[in-house]
């Protein structure tokens, strides 16, 4: 099936990066979210980007105001009435997104593909809660969205094969690489670089060294281009914490123990870069 035209809910961070993607390879973009700030804040953070190349002389002017033009502000959900693939990029809660899907599978057409950036959430269960469990399927992008080439494409248990190579096809076409990964918690991606981040927390923890001297060790030593802590910081630590509560769950391994340091820097509502505080302070 041929895709043309995308919904993208949830206009944060990922969001507002899937969104610019979509319309920089061509497709027409809605980009959804509840309230008109978060979509304007979006939107600027699209401009400011697209900006950027502009003046890296990347692309023109007139590629800029074509690529904005392809973007559409949607503040309702009901929007997804005329698109073959929808993108949730809301937050990181199972209960929110199940009822997003259960409203998407009304909304959407009968041949739309619905599919979920989650980091870690099983795509099986919010697959069941719709009709057409055969088109889910989740589609994990890294941030920042605009530099990372990798998407993890997951499938759920029912993914169609052809819903499978139309979204890796599509991925292509955003100039990324798809690789293909089973649902399992954390998938491939988070199943291996949330537990390094929170050793990095225990070995702070345990006062093994600094978090200077920890970021540092992986930065010169195993080329990382941040080290752990500032990574944290840059993913959030409440999304880290969610992520390592999911594997800890998902596995029942002591080895996915969440640091209590890291609780206790989410309980004190330090979340990283997004709250001015997290391992390092942010003016
Ligand atoms: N949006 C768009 N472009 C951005 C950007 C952003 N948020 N941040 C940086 N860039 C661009 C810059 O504009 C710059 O491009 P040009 O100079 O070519 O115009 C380029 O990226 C490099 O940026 P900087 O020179 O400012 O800084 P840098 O060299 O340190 O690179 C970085 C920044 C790309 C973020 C780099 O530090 C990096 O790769 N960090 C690791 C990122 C990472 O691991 N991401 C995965 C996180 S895990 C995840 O996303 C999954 C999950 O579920 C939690």
């Known amino acids: 099936m041929s895709i043309q035209k995308i919904m993208v809910i949830g206009a944060g961070q990922m969001g507002s990066g899937i969104a ?3 319309a920089q390879a061509g497709f027409d973009v809605k980009l959804n979210d509840m309230k008109e700030e978060f979509f304007a804040r979006g939107l600027g953070t699209i401009t400011k980007n697209l900006s950027r190349n502009v003046d890296k002389g990347r692309m023109t002017e007139s590629e800029k105001e074509a690529i904005l033009g392809r973007l ?9 009435n005329d698109v073959d693939l929808v993108i ?10 199940q009822s997003i899907f259960k409203q998407l ?30 088109q889910v399927i989740g589609m994990h992008f890294m941030n920042p969205v605009p530099v990372m080439k990798l998407v993890e494409i997951i499938r759920g248990l029912a993914t169609a094969d052809d819903v499978y190579q139309t979204i890796e096809d599509m991925t292509k076409k955003l100039e990324k690489v798809p690789v293909e990964v089973n ?15 929170n050793e990095a927390i225990y070995t702070l923890y345990e006062g093994v060294a600094t978090k200077e001297a920890i970021d ?3 930065k010169l030593g195993m080329n990382h281009p941040m080290g752990p802590l500032t990574l944290a910081d840059f993913i959030g630590l409440d999304t880290c914490l969610y992520i390592m509560e999911t594997l800890y769950e998902g596995f029942g391994d002591s080895k ?12 004190a509502g330090w979340l990283g870069k997004k709250s001015g505080r997290g391992f390092y302070i942010y003016e």
Do not use: W
């Open 216 to 218: 540092d060790v992986m």
């Open 183 to 197: 649902d399992f918690p954390g998938f491939v991606a988070n199943r291996i670089l949330m537990p390094m981040i």
């Open 20 to 22: 610019q993607v979509c």
């Open 88 to 97: 949730e990029a809301a937050v990181e809660n199972m209960e929110i997104k």
């Open 256 to 267: 996915y123990r969440p640091c209590p340091l890291l609780r206790k820097y989410v309980k």
């Open 105 to 134: 599978d009304t909304i959407a057409p009968a041949h739309a593909i619905l599919a979920t950036n989650t980091s870690s959430l099983p795509i099986t269960e919010l697959a069941a809660v719709t009709n057409r469990p055969e």
């Open 72 to 80: 559409t502000k949607s503040l309702d959900i009901n929007d997804a």
